[in-house]
């Protein structure tokens, strides 16, 4: 059996040694996974992000149409919390170090040498995505816009996240509320302004009964998942307002998570609700339907099996959500989530390298 370690192992450090953070242009990682892809059909999707920041997505095939796709994303979180260099994807007792070495560059890597180490004759697909970490916009552009990801034509799809090859036969998404109160900006001793926190309090009481109905009834739950309520978590920013101003802006954001077990309807009818009767201004953005395979489906068998372990489902989201459109999705790949969005972030070579097989093995049976 081939020793995949090196190869892994050399490109993951490479991966995460470029500063791809989502509020960045993942140009430069592009280009290097690109240039990985010698032999490939290679379709370069390239968009602006919501702020005008240039990004690119990639899909790559070859062989005939059919068999498997392999997803990942270039993106990371932001470096909060790092000591030391985020970026040096140093390799320490086997371990490889860094910023996304876990979510998810090291997995990437692996999707990658897996790919070119096939014979040429099994179908492979890689759907490379970015701002997968805000938007999921990547993602979106290849359903959308890609004509190879549709020639391809793939059976399946692993989002090769970091589950420890544990097969996630779906998940959580979310709708993100943000609501926004105005007020007119003063200095607060001369009592000519007013505070926009004063409107956006009350909103925030409704909310936090919408929290506590989601954690206590029942009815919101789904017992497949850990933990089965829902997760209605809120932000709150005043944009820097100083304490002896009357603040002119207060926003309120909530990330609301949930499964196809639940239905999201009677709770956006309440943030919309509260929303219009204390006068804020309300918007929604919406991540796409929860992804959810029944645990008999075939592709999540064969990765349970490939896997070696049962199928669970998680609270997080993904790409899933949106390469759903292109076939049926499971999330499997090497490393811990819980490693993740944290300072420390690492993952072990080892796992990096047994990925790379056992993505080979799923090929293979899908051809």
């Known amino acids: 059996m081939t020793d995949h370690s090196s190869a892994v192992a050399a490109l993951a450090r490479e991966l995460v040694a470029i500063d791809s953070r989502s509020a960045l242009s993942n140009i430069k990682i592009a280009e290097r996974v690109e240039a990985e892809l010698a032999g490939f059909d290679v379709e370069r999707i390239d968009y602006k992000d919501g702020n005008g920041v240039a990004k690119c997505a990639l899909v790559a095939h070859r062989g005939p149409p ?29 371990v490889l170090h860094g910023l996304g070495s876990a979510d998810m560059k090291g997995p990437v890597a ?28 990547g993602a979106r552009e290849i359903v959308q816009c890609s004509k190879l990801a549709k020639a391809s034509a793939p059976r399946g799809i692993v989002v090769a996240e970091p589950t420890e090859m544990v097969p996630m036969r779906g998940h959580r998404v979310h709708i993100q509320f943000t609501a926004t109160a105005t007020g007119v900006q003063a200095h607060s001793s001369t009592g000519k302004g007013r505070n926009a926190n004063w409107d956006l ?10 929290h506590e109905m989601l954690r206590n009834d029942p009815k919101y739950h789904d017992a497949a998942y850990e933990p ?30 949930y499964s196809a077990g639940v239905n999201p309807a009677p709770v956006a009818r309440m943030v919309r609700e509260a ?7 309300l918007t929604e953005a919406t991540e796409g339907n929860p992804p959810e395979l029944p645990e008999s489906h075939p592709f999540v068998q064969l990765c349970s099996r490939i896997g ?48 790379v097989t056992k993505f080979m093995q799923l090929a293979r049976e899908m051809t």
């Open 66 to 94: 059919g068999g498997l796709a392999l997803s990942g994303h270039m993106d990371t979180v932001p470096d909060t919390g790092w000591r030391d260099d985020p970026w040096s994807g140093r390799v320490e007792d086997g």
């Open 228 to 257: 089965p309520f829902s997760d209605f978590n809120l932000i709150v920013d005043n944009h820097g307002a100083a304490v002896n101003v009357t603040v002119p802006k207060a926003t309120a954001v909530i990330k609301f998570r």
């Open 110 to 137: 692996a999707a990658i040498v897996a790919a070119k180490a096939l014979p040429d004759g099994v179908p492979i697909t890689l759907l490379i995505t970015t701002d997968e970490e805000t938007t999921k916009a």
């Open 275 to 281: 929303a219009r009767l204390y006068g804020l201004t």
């Open 201 to 210: 309090i009350p909103f925030m009481m409704d909310m936090k009964a919408v």
């Open 308 to 355: 070696g372990a049962a199928p669970r489902v998680a609270p997080y989201g993904t790409d899933a959500s949106m390469l759903q459109q292109i076939a049926p999705c499971v999330i499997m790949g090497p490393g811990d989530i819980g490693k993740a969005h944290a300072p420390g972030e690492c993952v072990p070579i080892a796992e990096l390298a047994g990925a």
